[in-house]
């Protein structure tokens, strides 16, 4: 089976493919930062994060975290201890349908956390939840072992049976981006594409603005 760690992959290129997209709030919470592994699923009750705690006791090195946290964000359910945990167990990355804090301290840290929300106001353990069951998290489904890629454009699920299919449609994409990008370089600027689907569309277009002198 092809793997998501192939060079040159990103959450872009495997949307495009037809990866499901997490929904645009859920964003790392430094520039640059990257996650790529297994998902380990949790959901919890708002404000909730006792299931948290269970999963963490229960991920492997290079698993990424992903939590259901019904997206409220006017409680934190991970903060700058639970993080240190997770990054110590060699968790690959937490991604939070809800809100974190301590975020000066996580932004100094190795782990990549995305999150929708930052508050300082801290979590109940009431207890309630699920680990490693199907949940959804930034709208979309995800299963315990799903494929999670993630960046400064947001995050993608990969079901493992569509993996195979999905890289080889996002490298086909990534070579055809190569490709503009080299004509653009040589001063092709107008895409082969344009003038059959602007014949196809319904577009009003205005006169062309007159040359500057």
Request: charged residues 20%.
């Amino acid at each position: 089976m092809r793997d998501i760690h192939e060079s040159g992959l990103t959450s872009t290129l495997l949307a495009d493919a037809g990866a499901r997209y997490l929904r645009a709030a859920i964003k790392p919470l430094r520039a640059g930062w990257t996650v790529r592994g297994r998902a380990v699923t949790v959901s919890v009750p708002a404000g909730d994060n006792l299931a948290i705690h269970a999963a963490l006791a229960l991920a492997q090195p290079g698993d990424v975290l992903v939590v259901d946290a019904q997206g409220y964000t006017e409680r934190a359910v991970m903060g700058g201890i639970m993080c240190a945990q997770a990054a110590a167990s060699g968790i690959a990355g937490v991604v939070i349908d809800g809100a974190v804090r301590d975020a000066a301290e996580l932004r100094q840290g190795l782990l990549p956390v995305f999150a929708a929300a930052i508050s300082p106001a801290g979590p109940a353990k009431g207890g309630g939840g699920t680990v490693n069951r199907q949940i959804q998290c930034g709208g979309v489904r995800v299963d315990p072992g799903d494929w999670i890629l993630g960046d400064d454009d947001g995050l993608v699920v990969v079901a493992p049976a569509e993996m195979d299919a999905m890289v080889a449609a996002a490298l086909t994409k990534a070579g055809a981006e190569a490709r503009r990008m080299a004509a653009i370089a040589r001063g092709e600027l107008r895409p082969v594409w344009l003038d059959d689907a602007l014949a196809k569309a319904t577009l009003d277009i205005g006169p062309s603005l007159p040359a500057s002198e």
